[in-house]
């Protein structure tokens, strides 16, 4: 449960970040940078198969530009769509975490996939 909720504060961070001008590179950085050694252990992903994203864009395609990730240095746009995805690996468990989709806007990112940060049980 701790783990989901640090998972939640992160994309909240991030969607706060998510203005026109901002640069997907810094908002990564300013992300990777707050959290401690044990909780980046597994995080968004295991051992060495990790993603080295926190969101990307959403458009025609799943997956797009821009990528929250090193190297992506084009300002964010008003209005462009981002999926937002912290989750960290939990041996014995699998991915625990959170994935939205937020409209870029002044004021930060406007979530248009709902607000309810709860788990789902899904039991075999």
Do not use: W
């Given at each position: 449960?701790?783990?989901?909720?640090?998972?939640?504060?992160?994309?909240?961070?991030?969607?706060?970040?998510?203005?026109?001008?901002?640069?997907?590179?810094?908002?990564?950085?300013?992300?990777?940078?707050?959290?401690?050694?044990e909780?980046?252990?597994?995080?968004?992903?295991?051992?060495?198969?990790?993603?080295?994203?926190?969101?990307?864009?959403?458009?025609?395609?799943?997956?797009?530009?821009?990528?929250?990730?090193?190297?992506?240095?084009?300002?964010?746009?008003?209005?462009?769509?981002?999926?937002?995805?912290?989750?960290?690996?939990?041996?014995?468990?699998?991915?625990?975490?959170?994935?939205?989709?937020?409209?870029?806007?002044p004021?930060?990112?406007?979530?248009?996939?709902?607000?309810?940060?709860?788990?789902?049980?899904?039991?075999?």
């Amino acid at each position: 449960m701790a783990i989901h909720l640090r998972c939640v504060e992160i994309q909240h961070q991030l969607a706060s970040l998510l203005r026109p001008g901002a640069i997907p590179s810094e908002i990564y950085s300013s992300a990777m940078d707050g959290l401690d050694q044990e909780f980046l252990r597994n995080f968004m992903g295991f051992g060495d198969r990790r993603a080295s994203f926190l969101g990307h864009g959403v458009g025609l395609q799943i997956d797009e530009m821009p990528v929250l990730a090193e190297g992506f240095d084009e300002p964010l746009v008003a209005n462009m769509v981002l999926a937002l995805e912290p989750k960290k690996g939990v041996p014995g468990v699998g991915m625990v975490g959170i994935e939205d989709t937020f409209v870029v806007t002044p004021e930060g990112g406007r979530s248009i996939t709902g607000t309810n940060p709860g788990l789902i049980l899904v039991q075999g």
